[in-house]
């Protein structure tokens, strides 16, 4: 059993900083990890994904220079650090994990383990 746990979102205003963090449980700590996110309305999308090692990060384009993915696998927890937020950015984030790959993945079937996401709001 794998469980995940997202924290640290909030309502901002476009401009402002907030920092998620992810809670991981079991071995899924050694594995690659990411960040999706799925706006009203909208399909869930790719954010950010980082290595079993966190020597690799991906970004979507979206947020290249804003947001920066990270983690620690000592304390099983991966971060987004999220900077120069947007409206565009509101959205429930939720923390991923992959049941296999140690290198960085991008689409939502390759990752086995969800967690119940965190609401992010971005004020005008």
């Known amino acids: 059993q794998v469980q995940l746990v997202e924290s640290g979102g909030g309502l901002v205003q476009a401009g402002g900083s907030l920092r998620l963090s992810c809670a991981a449980s079991g071995r899924t700590s050694t594995y690659a990890m990411g960040w999706f996110r799925q706006a009203p309305g909208k399909e869930r999308e790719f954010v950010a994904a980082i290595s079993w090692s966190g020597d690799s990060t991906m970004y979507a384009d979206s947020v290249k220079g804003r947001l920066t993915i990270s983690r620690d696998n000592s304390k099983r927890t991966m971060y987004l650090e999220m900077n120069s937020l947007k409206p565009e950015d509101t959205a429930v984030y939720y923390c991923?994990?992959?049941?296999?790959?140690?290198?960085?993945?991008?689409?939502?079937?390759?990752?086995?383990?969800w967690g119940q996401g965190t609401q992010v709001t971005v004020s005008s």
């Open positions: 991923a994990a992959s049941g296999g790959y140690y290198s960085v993945r991008e689409r939502l079937d390759e990752y086995d383990y």
